[in-house]
């Protein structure tokens, strides 16, 4: 029988530990979130952020620019953002307007207040083996949620597809270090079935349908990342949920599989933060 991992009551679950831990610190963690330009989208993933980190306990701030905001005048936010000591943790929404180099801001929030895990040197840790101050949400996330359902990844075949920095790579990575053999695919890869069929856990990263029946072996992991609104308007995964979750062991579903547990990492990661040495 299938087993539907769900996201949501682990969320649920981390964020009744987190409340508890934030009620009992003397200085409240504080997030700053950045928002430049209109992406509806990216307004309503910002408003849960602050929902979310309210809830909990946490300060949250949201600093708003229009689409026509330079990038002098985001880095000058950052720096200023850096060098508030009442200012644990910050994150820049993505995406940023089209004439902004977002790996240029990205690099300019101090590591240890880079709570989403993506500036050079938590990166840079991450793929050298060390440990970042803190890990990517949406890895972090995948992996809080295979390990609450007792999934072994030790020495098991991991097939990724999509080969992003958001949650491709980074996850390939933390595979790696918990001694799964990874093959990682994207949209230049040969024969994909054919590697899909092989993965003992598959995880696919990409924002459209690309895994469907006769792709896996039976009892195979499957975590579905992506999420979009497919022709008929409905939210959707990359994965066909219907055809696949037949043949697997275990399968997170979209929506309420991978997407709270990337807000419940970003909690812990925003308290992870407020408590470094």
Do not use: W
């Not at 993505?94 to 895990?117: R, S, T, Y």
Request: aromatic content about 4%.
């Amino acid at each position: 029988m299938t087993v539907i991992l769900d996201g949501k009551k682990l969320r649920d679950k981390i964020f009744e530990e987190l409340k508890a831990k934030v009620d009992e610190m003397p200085v409240k963690p504080s997030l700053a979130v950045i928002l430049a330009g209109d992406d509806p989208s990216s307004k309503i993933y910002v408003n849960n952020k602050k929902k979310c980190a309210e809830k909990l306990g946490i300060n949250s701030v949201v600093i708003t620019y229009p689409s026509t905001v330079t990038e002098n005048e985001l880095l000058e936010k950052i720096k200023e953002l850096n060098d508030d000591k009442h200012i644990t943790a910050i994150l820049v929404q993505l995406p940023l307007p089209v004439h902004i180099d977002k790996f240029k801001i990205i690099d300019a929030i101090a590591p240890e207040k880079d709570v989403d895990g993506l500036t050079p040197y938590n990166s840079g840790k991450l793929f050298s083996g060390e440990k970042p101050y803190v890990y990517p949400c949406t890895p972090k996330g995948i992996l809080l949620l295979l390990d609450e359902y007792g999934i072994e990844i030790e020495g098991r075949h991991a097939v990724v597809i999509g080969r992003s920095n958001l949650v491709g790579k980074p996850v390939a990575q933390m595979l790696l270090d918990r001694n799964a053999t990874v093959t990682m695919c994207h949209s230049k890869t040969k024969n994909l079935p054919d590697i899909t069929k092989t993965a003992d856990i598959l995880i696919s990263a990409v924002g459209k349908k690309v895994v469907g029946e006769n792709m896996l072996k039976n009892n195979c992991v499957v975590i579905d990342v992506g999420i979009f609104r497919d022709e008929n308007g409905k939210i959707s995964g990359d994965v066909d949920f219907e055809t696949v979750s037949k043949s697997a062991s275990y399968i997170s579903p979209v929506p309420g599989g991978v997407g709270p547990m990337t807000i419940a990492s970003l909690m812990l990661n925003t308290v992870e933060l407020a408590i470094i040495e």
